[in-house]
């Protein structure tokens, strides 16, 4: 039923992924199929710019690739059945591209607890749910 799990994480927070990649692993085991571990960073303000080095996004980039490589080696899933991504962009926007683009039957995410804050300007779990194409399980911590 789910043989292609989107798992989008927070490399500033990756507690918080624990329990989504273990759902996904239990899921992506128990249906055969494969994890992507996707991490998104965020667009560089233009104000910013001048003040960071020439090669600041490809610097990012890389460090993000890095931490999903060692966050999906200890995540207990089979290395043929586990890759990674990072993105660039808007997180809600971002996610559901990669989610169309595996062609993804389930993401798996975790969210923080709703506040105040995030009645009136959302989620991105919200947005996620709201706008995804395939089904969306959102693990509380």
Known sequence: MFKSIL??????????A?????????LSQTWNGSVRLLNVLPMTPVMLAEYVPADFDAQQRATSEEAL???????????????????????Y????QEAA????????MTSHRPAMRTYF??????HVVRYARCSVLVVRH
């Open 7 to 16: 798992v989008p994480i927070d490399l500033a927070d990756t507690e918080l």
């Open 93 to 96: 926007h971002e996610i559901l």
């Open 101 to 108: 683009a595996i062609k993804a039957d389930l993401i798996v």
């Open 121 to 126: 300007l959302g989620s991105n779990a919200g």
């Open 18 to 26: 624990k329990p989504a990649i273990a759902t996904a692993a239990m």
């Open 69 to 91: 490589t060692i966050v999906a080696k200890e995540s207990g899933i089979e290395a043929s059945r586990i890759s990674t991504a990072v993105r660039q962009g808007g997180i």
